[in-house]
């Protein structure tokens, strides 16, 4: 049996991730979705960090890490690199207030349909923009 490269498992993980946000949005929870949409990116970004051979940093917004190696990316790859860090970035800044909650807000409260509608199709974008780019080798 092969073993997994940790680029491929990333991948798969996210998908798996993918298929339980999907479950969390036909339950309403809405905070949850935007929480594991946040993992979701995460997983897909290193994954594609790890396969241009780039450290992967023990952090989770990597906008930062995509823009400082775009000259790395085959050219499909760069024309989403603005839409890839804005991801990155927005869902980690959500990605706490989803899971605690703080003082004064309650996630299940705070979120709304809204807000996991476009993090479940913005991850699903990622994940799927991810998979076509390391196809494409």
Known sequence: MKKR???????LRSQHRLAAIELLYKRKSWADVVCEAQKVVELALKAL??????????IHDVSQI???NEHLFSSPL?????????????MRRDLELSFYGSEDLTPSEFYKE??????KEDATWLVQTVLATLAHK
């Open 66 to 68: 995509l823009k400082d």
């Open 49 to 58: 960090l790890k396969h241009f051979n780039i450290e992967i940093p023990w």
């Open 78 to 90: 760069k024309k989403y690199v603005t839409k890839l860090s804005q991801i990155s970035r927005y």
């Open 114 to 119: 809204s807000d996991a509608k476009k993090a």
């Open 5 to 11: 490269s940790l680029t491929e498992d990333y991948l």
